[in-house]
């Protein structure tokens, strides 16, 4: 089996056992319990899509490793039409889900771990990339979601890894023994940690000599004895567990995609696991392939959601009569020129990728990172207008309950009606959408999601060459030629 089905994905998460905390109680399944479905049936979907016909082109591709079909998720992208495709297939979970569908980090883990590999053992003499290939199969073949884990919780913002005052602050070695190494540490804000099949952990940050120990990278099944998860909250999340449907606004797939605090505590990893180990020199690297990796898709997806929050306020507009306003088609126009920004952006640092040793491709730095640093902005700007469209009645609207009361549902309904032929509870349904997707959490993941703008700035300040910048415009200045004036 090469590639699994939407309720194939279900029945795996349930025979694994992970150690899951959420709101004080331990979740012995998350694909049944009500705060991880829409998680879960997110994720599915990239499952149930890769199978289907009018969307297998984008979300299924061949194994280089093996020539077998395999779901685009577990896929090294070996061309520029690979990159394009998996911001076309972001774009097309987005546009079905409204939500983050969360596989995308492991993959892009997984692309990272593997050009980087092929480098430390060029250089080192290690035999990491077989062991990388390896795991690939393995990943490939049962056809698993990682999740990748790359933010650690970092302390004092001050100070390295190694000068922390815990040294558990980063993920690190704790000790290195015949057959594997044994880690502890935490890392934060990890996607689809809960329901995943197991966890791509990579360093964070630049190393020096002194933070050798932290620079490990590892693979671990998400059941390992000492792998512990809690799980964070979000915005109207008990909405999910006290049996509201509509007030839920997206029931099937949630406001985000669910993320975990993933505790190691003394866990081992059997060398065949293990991808780097000391190799500081690599660690900042593979920390920039992840990040325009995963920069390079916020074009996709986040555009794929704004085509469905661009739809339900045209039809929240239509509900309320407000549809053929001059200034409401002027903000619809604005949101879909601001959506196609971000999309062009994706396709463009897609465009511009490049091979890299192993044979494989990344997006461009450079481009991708703008990329993230749009999505920072605009789609707080789109969620703006379409709370604009939308009115006050987004942070109002009475709850489904009261609307199901036998005293005052048919007052709400009344009154929650706008054009006389559609129905209140159609109107209700898109302020909820409307909500679930520009109220809360769904914005923060806009912000911080794949690295909070600094890091972006960071980086394009790193790839924007501005001597180069200079020397073009010293040149038709012609500075440095003949002075004019000679005192
Ligand atoms: Fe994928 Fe977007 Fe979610 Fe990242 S934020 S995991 S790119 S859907």
Not at 51 to 70: D, V
Not at 85 to 90: G, Q
Not at 424 to 430: G, K, Q, S, V
Not at 467 to 485: M, N, W
Request: include cysteine; proline fraction near 3%.
């Amino acid at each position: 089996m090469s590639m699994m089905t939407g309720e194939q994905y279900r029945k795996s998460l349930r025979r694994l056992k992970p150690e899951i905390y959420y709101m004080g109680e331990k979740i012995e399944s998350v694909a049944d319990h009500p705060a991880f479905v829409p998680h879960v049936n997110a994720a599915a979907l990239t499952y149930e899509m890769a199978l289907a016909p009018e969307f297998e082109e984008l979300l299924s591709t061949t194994s280089h490793l093996t020539g077998e079909k395999i779901n685009r998720y577990t896929h090294i992208h070996h061309s520029h039409d690979d990159l394009v495709k998996k911001v076309k297939m972001l774009r097309a979970l987005g546009q079905q889900t409204g939500s983050c569908f969360q596989r995308c980090v492991g993959h892009d883990g997984l692309n990272s771990v593997y050009s980087i590999t092929y480098e430390i053992d060029q250089k080192m003499g290690t035999d990491y990339h077989k062991r990388l290939v390896n795991l690939l199969k393995e990943v490939q073949s049962k056809d698993l979601m990682i999740s990748g884990a790359m933010t650690d919780v970092k302390g004092d913002r001050r100070l390295s890894p190694s000068q922390q005052k815990d040294p558990d602050l980063y993920v690190h070695m704790v000790e290195k023994q015949k057959d594997g190494i044994v880690v502890s540490g935490a890392k934060a804000h990890i996607t689809g940690a809960v329901n995943s099949h197991g966890h791509l952990v990579m360093p964070t940050a630049a190393m020096k000599a002194e933070d050798a120990g932290y620079a490990v990278c590892f693979y671990v099944p998400v059941d390992t004895p000492g792998v512990i998860h809690i799980f964070g909250r979000q915005t109207n999340d008990t909405r999910k567990c006290d049996g509201c449907f509509l007030d839920q606004g997206n029931v099937d797939y949630g406001i985000v995609g669910g993320e975990a605090l993933i505790v190691f505590d003394k866990v081992f990893v059997p060398w065949e696991r293990v991808f780097m180990c000391g190799e500081y020199e690599f660690a900042y690297e593979l920390v920039e392939r992840f990040a325009t990796a995963h920069r390079q898709n916020y074009g996709g997806c986040k555009t794929g959601m704004a085509d469905t929050l661009i739809g339900a306020s045209y039809a929240l507009a239509q509900a309320q009569g407000t549809d053929r306003a001059s200034h409401i088609r002027d903000k619809l126009v604005e949101m879909v020129h601001l959506t196609e920004t971000l999309y062009c952006c994706s396709i463009a640092c897609s465009c511009q990728g490049y091979a890299l040793p192993a044979g494989s491709y990344m997006a461009d730095p450079l481009l991708a990172n703008v990329t993230k640093l749009n999505v920072t902005r605009h789609v707080y700007e789109i969620a703006r207008l379409a709370q604009d469209i939308a009115g006050g009645i987004l942070a109002t609207a009475p709850s489904e309950m009261d609307w199901k009361d036998p005293r005052v549902g048919k007052y709400v309904d009344k009154y929650m009606k706008g054009v006389a032929d559609i129905p209140a509870e159609t109107r209700m349904r898109l302020i909820r959408l409307l909500e679930a997707m520009t109220c809360g959490t769904a914005l923060v993941e806009s912000m911080h999601g794949a690295g909070s703008p600094q890091a972006q700035r960071i980086m394009i300040e790193r790839q924007a060459n501005l001597e180069r910048k200079k020397r073009l415009a010293e040149k038709l200045a012609k500075i440095g030629e003949q002075p004019l004036l000679v005192c």
